[in-house]
């Protein structure tokens, strides 16, 4: 049994005040971090299921796995890579790539908000 969307969300709310204040590494608020809020901000406005991977450090999740995947609606599911204008994927990023789109499913690299849209549109 699972809680409803609004306690989960001030659970996240508590989770990250509580890092901040026991001095967790918060993460550069360059243009990726805006990036990755914008895209969680539109996924919690959509109630849409996400796993999105720590900036502050390297994944825990999986080797190479993206910052994201988003559980949409209609079953329609999105494995979204973030880079800045110049950002490149490493090769673990890469190798997740390739063993993805080999059992049919695509990892979005996006550098905007405009092409994250475009993607789940």
């Not at 999986?62 to 890579?81: Q, S």
Request: charged letters at 25%.
């Amino acid at each position: 049994m699972g809680i409803p969307y609004d306690q989960y969300l001030a659970m996240q709310a508590r989770t990250n005040a509580a890092k901040k204040s026991f001095g967790g590494h918060v993460p550069d608020e360059g243009p990726e971090h805006r990036l990755h809020e914008r895209i969680l901000a539109h996924c919690r406005d959509h109630k849409w299921p996400t796993i999105h991977a720590r900036m502050d450090r390297e994944a825990t999740i999986a080797c190479g796995a993206p910052d994201f995947t988003i559980l949409a609606d209609k079953a329609r599911v999105f494995l979204i890579e973030c880079k800045t204008a110049k950002g490149k994927l490493s090769i673990d990023q890469l190798a997740f790539g390739i063993l993805s789109e080999a059992n049919g499913h695509k990892v979005h690299v996006v550098r905007s908000f405009d092409e994250f849209l475009q993607i789940v549109s």
